[in-house]
């Protein structure tokens, strides 16, 4: 499957921005999908994860109470709205495709080409 994310930008901190994935195949409902970032200089760690149905969802802890994952599989599109941004959440924001939504980076096959995220203090 192929994804397209966007919605990244230069915000300031307290702002808000929403990304968004999609997804090139109408298999898109058979597949967990999470949000992963990466920083300048450090590992891709994991954001957020929902689940097929959309019925579940995982949060790091960092982003807990922040952002929303949410999806639409009508539209095969997944979705990252983030709140009261911080600047330590500047990174490529990459969505991913797999089998599952979780944590591991491992559990995701298929990746998105990333999109920007800046935040400015």
């Known amino acids: 499957v192929q994804l397209q994310a966007s919605g990244g930008g230069l915000v300031q901190a307290g702002g808000s921005l929403r990304l968004s994935c999609a997804a090139s195949?109408?298999?898109?409902?058979?597949?967990?999908m999470g949000w992963l970032r990466q920083a300048p200089g450090k590992e891709r760690e994991f954001v957020a994860g929902?689940?097929?149905?959309?019925?579940?969802?995982y949060y790091a802890d960092s982003m807990k109470g922040r952002f929303t994952i949410s999806r639409d599989n009508a539209k095969n599109t997944v979705y990252l709205q983030m709140n009261v941004l911080k600047p330590e959440d500047t990174a490529v924001y990459y969505c991913?495709?797999?089998?599952?939504?979780?944590?591991?980076?491992?559990?995701?096959?298929?990746w998105g080409q990333g999109t920007q995220v800046t935040v400015s203090s």
């Open positions: 991913a495709a797999g089998s599952g939504f979780g944590p591991r980076v491992s559990l995701y096959d298929y």
């Open positions: 195949e109408r298999t898109f409902k058979t597949y967990a």
């Open positions: 929902v689940s097929r149905t959309g019925g579940s969802t």
